[in-house]
């Protein structure tokens, strides 16, 4: 039996990752609501029928936008099984260096866009019993660095309002899966990026010389576009969805790097962090362990935690 084609909407569409994850659904005769800021970048995909392309302009630091054309994009093709956020883009530099122009408007596009992004959609999924949710994060999302403060603030944001609205949504037979690409030649530190207002007091520091690669087109990828748009859709269409996904043996060691690094502080810290509970002499209740929705001490953390549809 022919499975029915599934229903997408993509953001960020015009180029790189976005693009690539359009071009990979189409080609496997997905239906399509592909948004942009400039939808005229989006004339030059070929569906294989008319029917299987909606498009649509799109501006995700707008959130009235957003919403409206979420409902459209639902009541044009009819419902809405996935749907992957993958607008945004890089300010590189150092944090001093960052305008207040800059970080809100980096803030708006790679933070609080998804955000209404997923606000918009989860009633319509909600109402059809079910669907998936897709955050493009970045490696950055586990790892900071220098020069791009700014832009790993809003990822980190991103990595944990995905993890909780996970565990908000699963009851309704919604997944989420939190993408974490590592370096691929899509244009990011090309057209898609933002530098800061160059300071001399950071001349020759970490935070210059990635603006100086980045400027000049001199960071290496490993990343193989079309690989990682497949994965992505293979991911979004099994039978469970993992809460997150890295994508590049660079991202696999960077974030491995992270969380080894990050848990061995804690660890270092065991007994400061338990001299500072609560005592039966003190005459309170001991703290307890925090425990998860399904009864278990962190149940949604546990490694390798997987979600059903």
């Not at 400039?38 to 070929?46: C, E, G, K, V």
Request: proline share 6%.
């Amino acid at each position: 039996m022919t499975r029915p084609a599934r229903t997408w909407l993509v953001t960020g569409s015009s180029a790189g990752l976005g693009r690539a994850l359009v071009t990979e659904l189409l080609a496997r005769g997905e239906t399509v609501a592909a948004t942009a800021r400039d939808p005229r970048t989006l004339a030059d995909l070929r569906p294989p029928s008319a029917q299987a392309l909606w498009t649509a302009r799109l501006d995700v630091t707008d959130p009235e936008q957003i919403r409206q054309v979420v409902d459209d994009a639902a009541r044009a093709l009819g419902r809405i099984d996935v749907v992957i956020s993958n607008a945004g883009y890089a300010l590189v530099g150092a944090a001093e260096e960052a305008s207040g122009e800059q970080v809100d408007r980096q803030l708006r596009t790679n933070l609080t866009g998804p955000i209404h992004l997923a606000q918009a959609v989860l009633p319509h999924l909600r109402a059809q019993g079910g669907g998936r949710i897709i955050q493009i994060s970045s490696m950055a999302g586990q790892r900071g660095s220098p020069g791009t403060a700014v832009y790993c603030a809003t990822k980190w944001g991103v990595e944990g309002f995905f993890e909780s609205l996970a565990a908000e949504v699963k009851g309704f037979g919604i997944g989420v899966t939190i993408v974490e690409p590592g370096t691929v030649s899509t244009g990011f530190f090309g057209r898609s990026k933002e530098l800061t207002a160059e300071s001399p007091a950071y001349a020759g520091t970490p935070a210059a010389i990635l603006r100086r690669r980045a400027q000049d087109g001199r960071l290496p990828c490993r990343g193989d576009l079309a690989r990682m748009a497949a994965a992505v859709v293979d991911v979004a269409t099994g039978p469970t969805v993992p809460l997150r996904l890295a994508l590049g043996s660079d991202a696999y060691a960077a974030i491995r790097r992270g969380l080894t690094a990050r848990l061995a502080d804690l660890e270092e810290q065991r007994e400061i962090a338990f001299s500072t509970d609560l005592t039966a002499g003190d005459g309170s209740t001991p703290s307890t362990p925090h425990r998860g929705p399904e009864g278990n001490d962190d149940a949604h953390h546990r490694p390798g935690a997987r979600q059903s549809r």
